[in-house]
Nanobody, 133 residues
Framework: QVRVVESGGGSVQAGGSLRLSCVAS????????MAWFRQAPGKEREGVAS????????????FYADSVKGRFTISQGNVKNTVYLQMDNLKPEDTAMYYC??????????????????????WGQGTQVTVSS
């Protein structure tokens, strides 16, 4: 059974930074798509960033929502199925519950499809990010 746990949320002022962490234990395949999503009160869940970790590419492949490009960075950890989301120059509109997700993907393209369709099997409980102006 896969268990996804996020950490690192908190409260910061606009312009500040936070680093979120996600660990997916129990996932045994050598190829995976991991992603961060967020949901603000009264709004639908939206994708933030994804990363493909697998055999079809020599290096991890990343994808970002337009709203966070240039400010957020998703990266792999040294431990398998660990990802980070470095969030810089945070804005009040980044305030949301942030969720990490993992599912199988055999190519970076399929990882992007999962991200676009919000199609992941395993999710964490979320970590709150609050940005004040």
């Amino acid at each position: 059974q896969v268990r996804v746990v996020e950490s690192g949320g908190g409260s910061v002022q606009a312009g500040g930074s936070l680093r979120l962490s996600c660990v997916a234990s129990g996932y045994t395949l050598n190829t995976a798509c991991m992603a961060w999503f967020r949901q603000a009160p009264g709004k639908e869940r939206e994708g933030v960033a994804s990363i493909y970790e697998g055999l079809a590419e020599n290096n991890a492949r990343t994808f970002y929502a337009d709203s966070v490009k240039g400010r957020f960075t998703i990266s792999q950890g040294n431990v398998k199925n660990t990802v980070y989301l470095q969030m810089d120059n945070l804005k009040p509109e980044d305030t949301a519950m942030y969720y990490c997700a993992i599912d199988v993907a055999y190519t970076a393209g399929y990882c992007n499809t999962r991200f676009a369709k919000d199609g992941f099997a395993d999710w964490g409980q979320g970590t709150q990010v609050t940005v004040s102006s």
